[in-house]
C-alpha cells in the first residue's frame, strides 16, 4: 500500500498522503524537484521538493481564500502582481474580478508552467487573458528594480523554508510595500499554523516592522496539513475586515465565504497569543 501513495512529511513526522495511481512525470529543474501524480480521488497532484502545490480537485481551497479576501476589501483592485503561482491557479481567480486591468504574474521556475499547462488545466485560460501578462524571473528582483505599482500584491509561493525563504524577508516585504499604491494590500500564504508556526511568527514581525498593519487568517486547505495560515499587509487606509459583498455575489465562490469573511481570522488561542 505504502508505493501507491504520496506522503509529504512535515516536522515531526506529520504526514499527509494521497493514494496514487501513477507518477505521470518528474524532473529536476533548473530550481526544485518537481513530480506530477494521478491520484485516486483528487485528480492530478503537483509536488515540488516533495511538497504538495496542489490537487486538481480541492485546489480552489486554497487559491480562494489566497485571492479574494484582499480583491474584495480592496475598494477597486486594478492593477494586480503575483509572485509565483506558476501553475496559474492565483492568475485564474484575480482576473474573474471585473476591476483588474492588469495582472503580472512573475514566476522564477518556467518549468512549473509548462508542466501545468501541459498536463492540468488549472489555469482555464487565465494565460490567454489580454489582461495577463507572465514574467519568467525572480520576484525578489523584479520588486527591487520595477517602476510599476499595484494595488494588490500575491505572494503564492513555496515554504518559507528553502528557496523561497527571501519571500519572507524584511526587505522583501519593504519592497513590496513601496510598490504598494498608496492604499494597498499585499498576501501571502505563510504555512501549517501548526507545523510551522515559528516560521508564521517570523513573518508576521517581519511584516510588522514594514506595513502599516498586519492581518492574519487561516483556512482548511485540501492537500496542506490545516489550518494554513494567511499573512495581509495594509498599505494606508483599508479596512481588511470588510469586504464587497456586491462584487462577491458574482464569484460563485465554494471555499472561501465572504459573507462569513469574520471566520477567517479564527485561530489557535495559543497561536493567536504569540502574534
Ligand atoms: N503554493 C504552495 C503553498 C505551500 C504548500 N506547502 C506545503 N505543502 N508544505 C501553492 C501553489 C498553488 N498555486
Do not use: C
Not at 526544485?32 to 509536488?47: A, D
Not at 513601496?178 to 514581525?205: K, R
Not at 506595513?211 to 486547505?221: G, I, L, R, T
Request: charged share 25%; hydrophobic share 40%.
Amino acid at each position: 500500500e505504502r508505493e501507491n501513495a504520496f506522503i509529504e512529511w512535515y516536522p515531526r513526522g506529520y504526514g499527509v498522503g494521497f493514494k496514487v495511481k501513477e507518477r505521470l512525470f518528474e524532473t529536476q529543474t533548473k530550481y526544485q524537484r518537481l513530480e506530477l501524480y494521478e491520484t485516486e480521488g483528487f485528480g492530478k497532484l503537483l509536488v515540488l521538493d516533495g511538497t504538495v502545490q496542489l490537487v486538481e480537485i480541492g485546489e480552489e481551497s486554497y487559491h480562494e481564500p489566497l485571492v479574494h479576501p484582499v480583491m474584495l476589501a480592496h475598494p477597486n483592485p486594478r492593477r494586480v502582481l503575483i509572485i509565483g503561482g506558476g501553475d496559474g491557479g492565483t492568475l485564474r481567480e484575480v482576473l474573474r474580478h471585473k476591476t483588474v486591468e492588469k495582472a503580472i504574474m512573475v514566476e522564477i521556475d518556467e518549468m512549473v508552467i509548462e508542466v501545468s499547462k501541459i498536463y492540468m488545466n488549472v489555469a482555464r485560460g487565465a494565460f490567454e487573458d489580454p489582461r495577463a501578462e507572465v514574467i519568467v524571473g525572480d520576484g525578489v528582483e523584479y520588486l527591487k528594480n520595477t517602476d510599476e505599482k499595484f494595488d494588490v500584491i500575491i505572494v503564492d509561493s513555496t515554504d518559507p523554508v528553502g528557496p523561497a525563504k527571501m519571500l519572507f524577508s524584511e526587505g522583501f516585504f519593504r519592497s513590496a510595500y513601496e510598490t504598494l499604491n498608496d492604499n494597498g494590500l499585499y498576501i501571502t500564504q505563510s504555512g501549517s499554523v501548526y507545523l510551522f508556526t515559528n516560521e508564521l511568527l517570523d513573518a508576521y514581525q517581519s511584516m510588522k516592522n514594514v506595513f502599516d498593519e498586519v492581518h492574519y487568517f487561516s483556512f482548511p486547505v485540501i492537500g496542506y496539513a490545516s489550518p494554513w495560515s494567511f499573512l495581509v499587509g495594509v498599505k494606508g487606509d483599508i479596512d481588511f475586515g470588510k469586504v464587497d459583498l456586491e462584487r462577491a455575489k458574482g464569484l460563485g465562490l465554494y471555499y472561501y465565504d465572504p459573507e462569513r469573511h469574520e471566520t477567517l481570522f479564527q485561530m489557535p488561542r495559543y497561536v493567536r497569543e504569540l502574534l
